[in-house]
Protein backbone atom coordinates (compact mmCIF):
# COMPACT_ATOMS: atom_id res chain seq x y z
CA UNK A 1 0.00 0.00 0.00
CA UNK A 2 1.55 3.54 -0.76
CA UNK A 3 1.72 6.64 1.04
CA UNK A 4 -1.11 8.37 -1.47
CA UNK A 5 -3.33 5.11 -1.39
CA UNK A 6 -3.27 5.25 2.46
CA UNK A 7 -3.95 8.88 2.75
CA UNK A 8 -6.93 8.91 0.25
CA UNK A 9 -8.03 5.57 2.89
CA UNK A 10 -7.63 8.01 5.94
CA UNK A 11 -8.94 11.63 4.31
CA UNK A 12 -12.11 8.88 3.66
CA UNK A 13 -12.46 7.64 7.07
CA UNK A 14 -12.34 11.25 8.28
CA UNK A 15 -14.88 12.66 5.94
CA UNK A 16 -16.74 9.99 6.69
CA UNK A 17 -16.93 9.84 10.62
CA UNK A 18 -17.55 13.30 10.17
CA UNK A 19 -20.73 13.40 7.31
CA UNK A 20 -21.78 10.26 10.80
CA UNK A 21 -21.70 12.57 13.33
CA UNK A 22 -22.77 16.00 11.34
CA UNK A 23 -26.33 13.63 10.76
CA UNK A 24 -26.66 12.28 14.45
CA UNK A 25 -26.09 15.77 15.51
CA UNK A 26 -28.77 16.68 13.31
CA UNK A 27 -30.86 14.35 14.57
CA UNK A 28 -30.43 15.00 18.43
CA UNK A 29 -30.96 18.85 17.90
CA UNK A 30 -33.97 18.44 16.03
CA UNK A 31 -35.88 17.54 18.77
CA UNK A 32 -38.56 19.96 19.74
CA UNK A 33 -40.01 19.42 23.17
CA UNK A 34 -43.98 18.83 22.78
CA UNK A 35 -45.80 21.95 23.23
CA UNK A 36 -46.93 22.32 27.18
CA UNK A 37 -43.48 20.47 28.21
CA UNK A 38 -42.04 21.65 30.91
CA UNK A 39 -38.54 20.80 32.26
CA UNK A 40 -37.18 19.48 35.40
CA UNK A 41 -35.57 23.01 36.71
CA UNK A 42 -39.40 25.20 35.80
CA UNK A 43 -40.92 22.16 37.71
CA UNK A 44 -38.85 22.20 40.57
CA UNK A 45 -39.31 26.29 40.69
CA UNK A 46 -43.15 25.91 40.46
CA UNK A 47 -42.93 22.99 43.25
CA UNK A 48 -41.17 26.06 45.82
CA UNK A 49 -43.78 28.61 44.66
CA UNK A 50 -46.42 27.69 47.94
CA UNK A 51 -43.81 28.06 50.61
CA UNK A 52 -41.92 30.94 49.91
CA UNK A 53 -43.88 32.99 52.03
CA UNK A 54 -43.11 30.87 54.67
CA UNK A 55 -39.44 31.04 54.13
CA UNK A 56 -37.23 33.92 55.51
CA UNK A 57 -35.95 36.57 53.02
CA UNK A 58 -32.39 35.53 54.02
CA UNK A 59 -30.06 33.54 56.17
CA UNK A 60 -29.64 30.12 56.08
CA UNK A 61 -32.41 27.18 55.53
CA UNK A 62 -32.12 23.26 56.29
CA UNK A 63 -32.94 21.04 53.08
CA UNK A 64 -34.59 17.18 54.49
CA UNK A 65 -35.25 14.86 51.09
CA UNK A 66 -38.07 12.47 52.12
CA UNK A 67 -39.01 11.43 49.09
CA UNK A 68 -39.73 7.66 48.52
CA UNK A 69 -40.82 7.40 44.83
CA UNK A 70 -38.67 5.84 42.76
CA UNK A 71 -39.17 7.96 40.10
CA UNK A 72 -37.89 10.57 41.84
CA UNK A 73 -35.33 9.12 43.76
CA UNK A 74 -33.65 8.32 40.33
CA UNK A 75 -32.51 11.89 40.40
CA UNK A 76 -33.41 13.70 43.20
CA UNK A 77 -31.02 12.83 45.86
CA UNK A 78 -28.28 14.08 43.55
CA UNK A 79 -30.18 17.55 42.08
CA UNK A 80 -33.02 17.99 45.23
CA UNK A 81 -30.40 20.42 47.37
CA UNK A 82 -29.14 21.83 44.10
CA UNK A 83 -32.75 23.13 42.55
CA UNK A 84 -33.62 24.33 46.25
CA UNK A 85 -30.31 26.73 46.33
CA UNK A 86 -31.04 27.93 42.76
CA UNK A 87 -34.95 28.57 43.17
CA UNK A 88 -34.86 30.07 47.08
CA UNK A 89 -31.93 32.33 45.87
CA UNK A 90 -30.49 34.53 48.01
CA UNK A 91 -31.32 32.08 50.91
CA UNK A 92 -28.77 29.46 51.21
CA UNK A 93 -29.63 25.72 51.82
CA UNK A 94 -28.20 22.95 53.86
CA UNK A 95 -28.51 19.85 53.95
CA UNK A 96 -30.12 18.59 57.07
CA UNK A 97 -32.46 19.49 59.79
CA UNK A 98 -29.78 21.13 62.14
CA UNK A 99 -31.23 25.16 61.09
CA UNK A 100 -34.33 27.23 62.41
CA UNK A 101 -36.06 26.35 59.61
CA UNK A 102 -35.97 23.28 57.34
CA UNK A 103 -37.87 22.16 54.04
CA UNK A 104 -38.58 18.95 53.84
CA UNK A 105 -39.74 17.53 50.42
CA UNK A 106 -42.04 14.74 49.79
CA UNK A 107 -43.05 12.74 46.49
CA UNK A 108 -45.92 15.92 46.33
CA UNK A 109 -45.37 18.50 48.23
CA UNK A 110 -42.67 20.49 49.65
CA UNK A 111 -43.15 21.92 53.62
CA UNK A 112 -41.42 24.09 55.56
CA UNK A 113 -41.04 23.06 59.45
CA UNK A 114 -39.05 24.21 62.41
CA UNK A 115 -36.07 22.21 63.01
CA UNK A 116 -33.59 21.45 65.60
CA UNK A 117 -31.42 24.32 65.20
CA UNK A 118 -32.29 27.32 67.38
Given at each position: ????????????????????????????????????????VTRAERRYDPIRADLPRSGV?????????????????????????????????????GCEVVIEEFD???????????
Amino acid sequence: MTARLRARLAVGLVVAAAAFNLEYLARVVDRTPASGTVDRVTRAERRYDPIRADLPRSGVVGYVLKARSPARLDWLPAYGLFFAQYTLTPLQVAKGDGCEVVIEEFDDEVRVTRGRGR
